[in-house]
């Protein structure tokens, strides 16, 4: 999977180029995952570039069109501008689900849950989004 990503909040403007892998683990109408990136950051929020890995596990069921899933993951990143010092940054929680279009494309919506590195909550946000598999 490769990603390209710009948020702005009104005032600043981030962006980021990704890539990650999903090994999928059906059983059933119930799948399994194990999912791994590496994403990189610059622009304005960030005082140097930033690399982030995010290991992630999640589970979704199919129900046809749509696909509800819960996943937990993990984020690690660079400081202090070495790009190869990795320290642990947040977990995180995301609640979803996507709804299937056509066999190459999707929409999706999400709730995560951002938590701080005591497992406390410290900010929600809602995502929606639009998948198109080449």
Request: aromatic share 8%.
């Amino acid at each position: 999977d490769l990603g390209a990503g710009v948020a702005d909040n009104g005032t600043n403007r981030d962006y980021s180029v990704s890539v990650g892998r999903t090994i999928n683990v059906p059983v059933g109408r119930i799948s399994g995952y194990v999912d791994g990136e590496v994403e990189y950051n610059w622009g304005d929020t960030f005082t140097s570039n930033e690399l982030h890995w995010t290991p992630t596990i999640g589970a979704n069921i199919d129900m046809g069109l749509v696909k509800p899933y819960a996943e937990l993951g993990y984020r690690l990143k660079s400081t202090d501008g070495d790009l190869f010092d990795i320290n642990k940054d947040a977990p995180h929680m995301i609640f979803g689900t996507s709804l299937a279009l056509t066999e190459s494309a999707s929409l999706s919506a999400k709730l995560t849950r951002s938590l701080d590195q005591d497992w406390k909550k410290t900010d929600s946000e809602i995502g929606l989004g639009l998948k198109i598999k080449f």
